[in-house]
């Protein structure tokens, strides 16, 4: 069982900046896969950016070249640092931990990110 808090959301202006970190407990293995998905109100959950524990990251076209995200490996936790927001980019934003074998796909509860005027 792996349990997954994230903390880092809230209300920004558009331009701004939030950071986003997700900690892992539990049962953690280093062929992990862990990234952050978000969704809006009425659309599908999608990719944000997901890291491999070698650092090799990926990232949805929408936020390629203003989301960074990283990992620190000895304490389980993953940042998204994500810059020039937009309004666009309001979302729910969950924490995902994925493990192929043996097989894990955890979720956290979610943080809100809004970004208004």
């Known amino acids: 069982q792996v349990q997954l808090v994230e903390s880092g959301g809230g209300l920004v202006q558009p331009g701004g900046s939030l950071r986003l970190s997700c900690t892992a407990s539990?049962?953690?293995?280093?062929?992990?896969?862990m990234g952050w998905y978000r969704q809006a109100p009425g659309k599908q959950r999608e990719l944000v950016a997901t890291?491999?524990?070698?650092?090799?990251?990926n990232y949805g076209d929408s936020v390629k070249g203003r989301f960074t995200i990283s990992r620190d490996n000895a304490k389980n936790t993953v940042i998204l640092q994500m810059n020039s927001l937009q309004p666009e980019d309001t979302a729910v934003y969950y924490c995902?931990?994925?493990?192929?074998?043996?097989?894990?796909?955890?979720w956290g509860q979610g943080t809100q990110v809004t970004v208004s005027s």
């Open positions: 995902n931990v994925f493990n192929v074998l043996p097989r894990q796909d955890f």
């Open positions: 890291i491999r524990y070698s650092g090799d990251a």
């Open positions: 539990g049962t953690i293995f280093n062929s992990n896969l």
